[in-house]
């Protein structure tokens, strides 16, 4: 039997993965943006130029690039800011093939995710703590097409059109998601393993560190 | 003008195909809760080559399509073919059903049809339902995106209606399956059962009975049929033409068994509502998570016969987390309905 291999993908440090750490006062969360883009795996925004490049789904759709942000863009959803992944050619999305993510070791309490889903999708993201100790996290999205909230997501973008291999469908509108997945221990996380599910993708990444968790640590008020 | 007397209700869900949209139009226009209808039945059946490459395929024999995904209520189809030649191009039938108060179900290919998203670009068998005819156009409901409620003319409806749906390589799941003037007919053929909590206790257990029970060679049914159909698709050797023809089976066959577990969880939401009994709840959060394994195994397999990403490791493991999700379902299922028989 052929088989693709599952080599664990890991070239960036945690350092190189933090873009932005904002501090913001005691009494605030803090939010670390992190990088995704040596991971970027998977098409699945398009722009008229290149319909038929588009791999979100198994049907060749995509989402309309146009409507979504600029390759590196700051954005900000529902108060949580995240960095567009830099995307290419080859890709724009990291399409979820058990991927791990080192991450800047430190107590968070979310994981915030813009996603999509070829259908619903729920499965196991694991997080990885200095201890050793991994714990296994649910995390559901719903689907990019129907626009419904199967579990209980905010719409990050809605847009107007999906594309197709051949042409762009008006009035067809598409979703991705803000979806989240709490972090309940309290430990030092290293690194995140993204799901092995080729329905599910990521297109950036943000943890959150708690105001109480924060001075626990010592955080001045 | 031969219509119905009402506008068909939109009904569709994110987990389902034309096959519950339509029927579930049907349900709601003659007055019945298609989630209480459809909803209600829970389980896997499958036998091995039987199916057809259409987006409602389901089985159901030796039932009809409405009776197999409403086994708890009276609700019964029978396919028609008419003839071309007939008075009328043929559509003299579905005139005459909707003068009886019927809104036919036909079966078309969605290259012709000017509001679906494959209109002169892809094959693909789909359903819709017809709600009225007049001297040049069809008035036509499809719920499924992006929705259309409208008047097609009768040359575009006549080509989606006939048309040989030819093999397309741009959707391998669901052309080469030719509409062949078909329609179905779907009534609620006596009284419908009083949904209450005795009869949501028993469709539970029934449910559980059905998922529980051994499995035949013919048939695959049940945990133990569909645990051997899985070990059979993860022993497959990939990029084979037999192995290709399983992947298009499975997107296929799994749609609607997918639809009915979402479908499912839907149900045991509201009687959890209605009844308060949040085992109720709790059964429907795992049903769904059932629902969801779908996905894991549908889409591994779709995307290794259109993508070539041959992922069998893959493909198994979501298969023992579907069932291993499925085990503790019924656990869940069961408990509920315990729950149930003590609340009320």
């Not at chain 1, 309490?109 to 694991?126: F, G, K, M, V």
């Not at chain 2, 959060?285 to 490791?313: C, E, L, P, S």
């Amino acid at each position: 039997m052929s088989q693709i291999s599952s080599n664990t993908i890991r070239t960036h440090t945690p350092s190189d993965r933090l873009l932005d750490r904002l501090h913001g006062k005691a009494s605030a969360p803090e939010f670390c943006l992190i990088s995704i883009d040596d991971l970027l795996n998977n098409r699945a925004t398009t722009s008229t130029e290149d319909l038929d490049s588009g791999r979100l789904n198994a049907w060749g759709n995509s989402f309309p690039a146009e409507e979504l942000p600029a390759p590196g863009a700051r954005i900000e959803i529902a108060g949580i800011p995240f960095a567009w992944a830099r995307s290419h050619a080859e890709g724009d999305n990291v399409r979820c093939e058990g991927q791990v993510i080192e991450i800047p070791p430190g107590q968070y309490d979310w994981i915030y995710l813009l996603a999509a889903s070829e259908r619903r999708s729920e499965n196991t993201l694991w997080a990885h703590y200095a201890d050793g100790t991994a714990d296994p996290l649910r995390l559901g999205v719903s689907d990019f097409l129907d626009g419904t909230p199967a579990f209980g997501e905010l719409p990050a973008f809605s847009t107007e059109r999906m594309h197709y291999p051949h042409h762009v469908q008006q009035g067809l509108p598409t979703t991705m998601w803000l979806s989240r997945v709490g972090m309940p221990r309290r430990g030092r996380a290293t690194a995140l393993r993204l799901p092995r599910c080729v329905a599910l993708h990521v297109f950036a990444l943000t943890l959150l560190t708690g105001i109480d968790v924060r001075l626990a640590d010592g955080a001045a008020r | 003008m031969t219509r119905t007397a009402q506008q068909p209700t939109l009904w569709t869900r994110d987990l389902g195909s034309c096959l519950h949209a339509t029927l579930a139009t049907v349900l709601l226009h003659d007055g019945h809760d298609p989630v209480t209808v459809l909803g209600a039945p829970w389980e896997f059946r499958r036998r091995p080559g039987d199916w057809t490459s259409e987006e409602y395929y389901f089985f159901a024999a030796p039932d009809s399509l409405a009776k197999r995904l409403a086994l708890f209520h009276p609700f019964e189809s029978a396919w028609h073919r008419s003839d071309a030649s007939a008075p009328g191009d043929g559509l003299d039938e579905l005139r005459n059903a909707l003068a009886a108060g019927v809104l036919p179900i036909a079966a078309v290919d969605n290259f012709h049809l000017p509001f679906r998203p494959a209109f002169h670009d892809v094959h693909a068998a789909h359903l819709l339902v017809v709600c009225g005819i007049t001297a040049s156009e069809v008035l036509v409901s499809d719920a499924q995106p992006p929705g259309f409620q409208g008047a097609i003319p009768i040359p575009d409806f006549l080509a989606a209606w006939g048309s040989p749906n030819p093999r397309d390589d741009a959707d391998v799941f669901f052309s080469a399956s030719p509409s062949n003037r078909r329609w179905l007919q779907a009534r609620m053929r006596g009284p419908v059962p009083e949904p209450d909590a005795g009869w949501v206790g028993q469709v539970l257990r029934d449910n559980l009975t059905r998922y529980r029970q051994g499995s035949t060679e013919e048939t695959q049914t049940g945990m133990a049929g569909l645990r051997r159909y899985l070990d059979e698709l993860c022993a497959l050797t990939p990029g084979t033409e037999a192995t290709d023809e399983a992947l298009s089976e499975l997107y296929v066959i799994s749609w609607n068994i997918q639809a009915q577990a979402g479908l499912h969880a839907e149900f045991l939401r509201r009687q959890g509502e209605k009844w308060r009994v949040l085992e109720l709840a709790e059964a429907a959060a795992g049903v769904d998570a059932v629902a969801h394994g779908w996905t894991g195994v549908r889409m591994t397999g779709a995307h290794a016969r259109v993508w070539g990403r041959q992922r069998f490791d893959e493909l198994r493991a979501h298969s023992t987390e579907l069932v291993r999700r499925l085990d503790i379902a019924l656990d869940q299922v069961e408990r509920a309905a315990d729950a149930l028989s003590k609340a009320t």
